[in-house]
T-cell receptor
Framework: DAKTTQPPSMDCAEGRAANLPCNHSTISGNEYVYWYRQIHSQGPQYIIHGLKNNETNEMASLIITEDRKSSTLILPHATLRDTAVYYCIVRHTSGTYKYIFGTGTRLKVLA | DTEVTQTPKHLVMGMTNKKSLKCEQHMGHRAMYWYKQKAKKPPELMFVYSYEKLSINESVPSRFSPECPNSSLLNLHLHALQPEDSALYLC???????????????FGNGTRLTVT
């Protein structure tokens, strides 16, 4: 499975868009990109995932570069409740059960 | 609220004790997972069950013994733990890879274990 690299921490002003990058330069054509977040003292929460195309849901948007070597999670209007650690994971489509978490980005949304 | 329920929320045990962590889900998922998370670190995969059979064991010490009695329940039996085993233990579930090979994980809120 491809490994991921994320910045250790980021700040974002409340109400602004939070753009969280993830590098997965060794990703293969059959690996999905997943994003989770973990708010203090809770279990990780699924946000979004994608393979090749950009994806959007009620929580966030996922932008995957054309070469698939990196992606960006976008929280369009960050709130204080979005303060959390955000994890980017890649997993093979063949259905391995190995979801391996990287080190994550600690996002702090500032009032 | 989470659809994966873990009990107890907190557990303190001595190194000679035997205890069990429990996890339950009613989403019809056939894959269940145990992760261990130390403070300020990402979750680390320990075990995966698929259709009640052990599918992955990430070289976890035998003092941790998983059990999946049915498709909704997952246990982690603990015996002779060390203080360094103190951590947040997370349970997760997903659809099996036969059903949806891009199924995301659904996590519980974990059991915070302290070994004294």
């Amino acid at each position: 499975d491809a490994k991921t690299t994320q910045p250790p921490s980021m700040d974002c002003a409340e109400g602004r868009a939070a753009n969280l990058p993830c590098n997965h330069s060794t990703i293969s054509g059959n690996e999905y990109v997943y994003w989770y977040r973990q708010i203090h003292s809770q279990g990780p929460q699924y946000i979004i995932h994608g393979l090749k195309n950009n994806e959007t849901n009620e929580m966030a948007s996922l932008i995957i570069t054309e070469d698939r070597k990196s992606s960006t999670l976008i929280l369009p209007h960050a709130t204080l409740r979005d303060t959390a650690v955000y994890y980017c994971i890649v997993r093979h489509t063949s259905g391995t059960y190995k979801y391996i978490f990287g080190t994550g980005t600690r996002l702090k949304v500032l009032a | 609220d989470t659809e994966v329920t873990q009990t107890p929320k907190h557990l303190v045990m001595g190194m000679t004790n035997k205890k069990s962590l429990k996890c339950e889900q009613h989403m019809g998922h056939r894959a269940m997972y145990w992760y261990k998370q130390k403070a300020k670190k990402p979750p680390e995969l320990m075990f995966v069950y698929s259709y009640e059979k052990l599918s992955i064991n990430e070289s976890v010490p035998s003092r941790f013994s998983p059990e999946c009695p049915n498709s909704s329940l997952l246990n982690l039996h603990l015996h002779a733990l060390q203080p360094e085993d103190s951590a947040l233990y997370l349970c997760a579930s997903s659809h099996s890879r036969d059903w949806a090979n891009n199924s995301p994980l659904h996590f519980g809120n974990g059991t915070r274990l302290t070994v004294t």
